[in-house]
């Protein structure tokens, strides 16, 4: 009855790489790096457990069955470090720290405990639906097997718990829903520790439990386990991958608003772009390092400007001010509608040579000392990108000229 443990398998490894990436975040965040181990441990407890892992195990380290105590061994890990995680969800850092020592220093003593027990097992041939029957009447393993339940029992009713609290707690309600569904799902594994200890009873009394315990305890297993797997699924992607996607989607959206303005200051200066442009279908195609490509795009425009900055008629500037303050533009926002039409006049001069009267600087000037980081650079350029985009206003008259496609670059 371990036909869930590939899905269970593919499931964890997908969480364990979702969370594991970018690591720096493992650094700073003690409640997500126990969630990726949590997820780590849970694809090594299924791996060793899929037969072909098992045998593979018995002929690299040359001792049968040594893919049980590796599973028995990360299966109390991964208790250890869900109720970390909990921890720190619920708990004030100092207090949450100590409840982690505890959590932790409790693993490791069961682990080193029950891999004394399992290396005083007489080596035998099993697989891994059949490792309990083959040891079920040594006493060292019905010593083993009740340590072991007695703590999954009891960690799986402090995470339903634990899950339950931090459900209540938190305003998210689809992680809220999350952790109840792992609430009911440790409980429902905790049949499969009953039914392991019924086992060792019956061992004891030379009794012999009905032929569908065995079946029944790998249902709650496995039924329960895909549950807390699904239920831990959803804080995943609720505080790692949602942000990630709104991150990206954000960062591509904000690109291609640029994309206008980037592409009449390349036309304009083809030296400020550090890579050639590409086709508006291949733009929106684009998936990887966007933030990157934001960010040089962000840079190329600055270049952009400043390679105009000899083009600035103060007549123009004096003009866009009196008709943009007249439609009731003020601040950052009148700054940056300013800019926009200086940039429309400065290209324009650039490309037909026009010369230039009296020079000023860009309007938005003065703002860009309160610019501290990449995302404030961002945020004032689709402000000048955007009046940039919009149509003319009615009083400027240019000249004809021959105007760009708006092909997006890199």
């Known amino acids: 009855m371990q036909q869930l443990h590939p899905l269970c398998f593919a499931l964890t490894t997908v969480g364990f790489v979702l969370l594991l990436w970018p690591p720096r975040r493992l650094r700073t965040d003690p409640a997500l790096a126990a969630l990726c181990a949590t ?71 069961l682990i080193a405990t029950l891999t004394v027990l399992f290396f005083q097992l007489t080596p035998r041939s099993s697989t891994p639906q059949g490792f309990t029957s083959a040891y079920a ?54 049949g ?3 039914v392991r200890l019924a086992v060792v009873l019956a061992a004891l009394g030379d009794r012999r439990l009905p032929a569908g315990a ?21 804080p995943t992607l609720a505080h790692v991958v949602a942000p990630q996607v709104r991150a990206w989607a954000r960062a591509h959206r904000d690109f291609r608003r640029l994309g206008p303005l980037w592409s009449d200051l390349c036309a304009a200066v083809p030296t400020i772009a550090l890579a ?43 003009e866009a001010e009196h008709h943009r303050q007249a439609a009731g533009l003020t601040g950052q926002e009148l700054a940056a509608a300013v800019t926009a039409d200086q940039l429309r006049h400065a ?6 040579h026009q010369a230039t009267g009296h020079l000023t600087e860009y309007a938005d000037a003065p703002f860009r000392e309160t610019t501290r980081t990449p995302d404030d650079e961002v945020t004032a350029l689709l402000r000048i990108a955007d009046h940039y985009t919009a149509a003319a206003p009615k009083w400027e ?8 496609d708006h092909m997006l670059g890199p």
């Open 39 to 109: 997820w780590g441990f849970s694809a090594l407890s299924f791996a060793v457990s899929l037969e072909p892992v098992w045998k593979a195990l018995d002929a690299a380290l040359g001792r049968p069955s040594t893919g049980a105590q590796i599973a028995y061994g990360s299966v109390v890990a991964l208790m250890a470090c869900q109720l970390v995680t909990l921890a720190y969800w619920s708990l004030p850092r100092e207090a949450a720290r100590a409840r982690a020592r505890l959590s932790l220093a409790a693993a490791a003593m």
């Open 137 to 190: 009447h040594t006493g060292t393993y019905q010593a083993y097997l009740t340590l072991y339940n007695l703590a999954y029992a009891g960690g799986e009713i402090l995470l339903a718990v634990g899950c339950i609290s931090v459900a209540r707690r938190t305003g998210q309600v689809w992680v809220a829903r999350g952790l109840r569904l792992a609430a009911v799902g440790a409980v429902l594994t905790l």
């Open 192 to 194: 499969y520790s009953s």
């Open 214 to 234: 065995e079946s029944a305890a790998w249902i709650c297993a496995d039924g329960g386990t895909v549950l807390v797997l699904a239920g831990w699924f959803v």
């Open 276 to 318: 050639p442009a590409r086709t508006a279908a291949a733009e929106t195609l684009r998936l990887r390092g966007i933030s990157w490509h934001l960010y040089r795009r962000t840079t190329e425009i600055r270049d952009g400007q400043w390679a105009l900055r000899h083009y600035l008629e103060a007549s123009v500037r004096r």
């Open 347 to 352: 290209v324009r001069a650039f490309t037909h």
């Open 397 to 404: 008259t240019p000249e004809p000229y021959e105007r760009s």
